[in-house]
């Protein structure tokens, strides 16, 4: 797991009435985290698609375990759980002061600008062993 979380105060305008976090607002976080890990890794994202490389989402999994709320300090721990030539996935964990709240799944694939499947491995063989360094295919769920 990616030791280093990223780290996040929970804005007003992310809750709702009850100043819990609106549950369309995680996938925002992923989002964050993600090219958080990226940009870390030497793979930011403006310049992937500079390259004319795209990454959609094709899953998402959230498990709702506690509520966060305005003003909240979230950290998010990712982890890269499986890479081939053309798809990658993630793990995370959001923790609040320690506990456990949410655990997410997201998986991509590696497209060009006109949505066809592109092979990094073959096209950007850089890229696909940057992202390789990121991989660690056991996940293992740890209180924090």
Excluded at 49 to 76: M, N, R, S, W, Y
């Amino acid at each position: 797991m990616n030791s280093e979380p990223y780290v996040r105060k929970i804005n007003y305008y992310e809750t709702d009435q009850m100043q819990v976090v609106h549950h369309s607002n995680y996938a925002r976080f992923l989002e964050e985290c993600r090219l958080w890990v990226m940009e870390k890794a030497g793979l930011p994202y403006d310049l992937m698609e500079e390259k004319g490389v795209i990454i959609p989402v094709l899953t998402l999994d959230c498990e709702f375990i506690g509520a966060v709320h305005f003003g909240d300090t979230i950290e998010i721990y990712s982890h890269v759980t499986k890479l081939t030539p053309v798809r990658f996935s993630l793990c995370y964990e959001i923790y609040v002061n320690g506990t456990l709240v949410n655990r997410s799944r997201t998986s991509h694939g590696f497209v060009d600008t006109e949505f066809k499947p592109m092979n990094m491995k073959k096209k950007y063989p850089d890229m696909y062993e940057k992202m390789m360094q990121l991989v660690e295919p056991e996940y293992d769920i740890k209180e924090k």
